[in-house]
């Protein structure tokens, strides 16, 4: 493969450039950079609270995290919550992801977890969220066309916008609309949650959906407890899906609906979601919805999903989740060289069979030898090159121990 800058400018057997740099692949599987099209990054320094918390209900995912401890951040503390879940994705061999920030607490928050995006060198969208804690801040919306004319000038940036909207589900219909509107204004993307546990139950995404202004440039999250008109309204308007099967079902979120989706032909893309519950790479997402697929295909005579349809719902599907399909997602010239490459010489690959296979139900993040992205070199010989992993992990410890101290938290006794 030659990399010119940025960008492949040719794949095939035999490549020559005088003077180029080699990095030599012996024994890596060379691959497209993961896409993770849906991560609330800033919960990078509440990692692992909440393995035991359900999505809704008293002592709750939404009580404890949302309403509780989101107040408590400073921006200092979310920018330590971007930079740490950003780095620890390109360390898992993650180079894309969307960050579905719902911690706009002031404008100063979102300039501060923007600059981690930058910082931490992940090609990104920025998903302006509002926060779901306290009253109504009227400012918001200009906040939002703050952010987006101060920091988003070009689409050609390593960071990129969309608008992290609540979804008809959580606002009323004539604000959901307004949204929409307003994304659609500053040339943003819009992600939405949509079915999302008991919140899903009551059709209202579909009278949204009958006002018309669903379109291709939306991607929908969960859908857990959609029903079958809505899921078809998603396909018809040419959307997209992120599924995050793993928390899906460990929060009571419903069953991830792959299987819908796939029936009607569109393929979903993956994402972490938080890492307050799981574990922040797409190993464990792919495996996931590998065993969930084919647990129910038999049973509905359906065809079982193969590896490599997995692996490109880590990849390309993710792209075309977040925009950037034209960008990343697959080795191809003219694309950005977002690349990672995976040892195969470790116990738990070792004989190589099918690649895809193998990188799909075996390896995990001690594989990942090799990111670029954008041509950068990230990550070489199992070690990140651009981070003082000691001063990051102070300050996010830090930042931790500031948040909950401050916010009263106490984890649920189950």
């Known amino acids: 493969m030659l990399i010119d800058h940025d960008r492949i400018v040719a794949v095939g057997c035999g490549l020559e450039a005088d003077e180029a740099e080699v990095i030599d692949a012996a024994g890596m599987i060379v691959m497209p950079g993961f896409v993770d099209s849906h991560r609330h990054i800033w919960e990078g320094v509440l990692r692992n609270i909440g393995a035991d918390v359900p999505l809704e209900g008293r002592s709750s995912y939404i009580s404890h995290v949302l309403h509780k401890l989101a107040p408590a951040f400073r921006p200092e503390d979310a920018y330590m919550g971007n930079l740490l879940s950003a780095l620890g994705a390109i360390d898992a061999g993650i180079t894309t992801l969307l960050d579905w920030s719902h911690i706009q607490g002031s404008p100063e928050h979102t300039d501060a977890v923007i600059q981690a995006l930058e910082d931490s060198g992940m090609r990104a969208v920025f998903g302006y969220g509002f926060p779901w804690w306290g009253k109504w801040e009227e400012r918001q919306p200009s906040w939002f066309v703050r952010a987006a004319t101060e920091h988003f000038s070009s689409q050609d940036q390593m960071v990129t916008l969309a608008l992290a909207a609540p979804g008809p589900e959580f606002t009323d219909f004539e604000v959901t609309r307004d949204h929409w509107k307003l994304a659609r204004e500053a040339g943003a993307r819009i992600s939405t949650h949509v079915g999302v546990g008991s919140y899903g139950l009551d059709a209202k995404f579909e009278q949204f959906g009958r006002s018309g202004v669903l379109g291709p440039d939306t991607t929908y999250i969960h859908c857990t407890t959609l029903n079958d008109t809505e899921i078809q309204m998603i ?103 977002d ?48 981070v003082d992993w000691p001063a990051v992990h102070r300050r996010a410890a830090e930042s931790r121990d500031f948040v909950i101290a401050k916010s009263g938290f106490k984890p649920p006794k189950i």
Do not use: C, W
């Not at 954008?374 to 990140?384: A, D, T």
């Open 235 to 337: 396909v018809d308007t040419g959307g997209t899906v992120s599924l995050a099967a793993p928390v899906e079902m460990m929060m009571g979120h419903g069953m991830p609906p792959i299987q819908k989706f796939l029936d009607r032909g569109l393929n979903p893309s993956l994402s972490v979601d938080v890492e307050t519950n799981v574990p922040g790479d797409m190993f464990n997402q792919m495996r996931s919805v590998l065993a969930l697929q084919r647990a129910f295909a038999p049973g509905q005579g359906k065809a079982p999903v193969s590896a490599r349809d997995v692996l490109g719902y880590a990849t390309m599907e993710g792209a075309k989740a977040n925009g950037l399909d034209g960008k990343v997602g697959s080795l191809t010239p003219g694309k950005k060289a």
């Open 339 to 386: 690349i990672i490459m995976l040892r195969t010489d470790r116990m738990n690959v070792t004989p190589l069979g099918d690649p895809a296979t193998a990188v799909v139900t075996s390896m995990d993040t001690g594989n990942v030898d090799t990111v670029l992205i954008g041509g950068r070199v990230m990550k070489r010989s199992g070690r990140l090159l651009h």
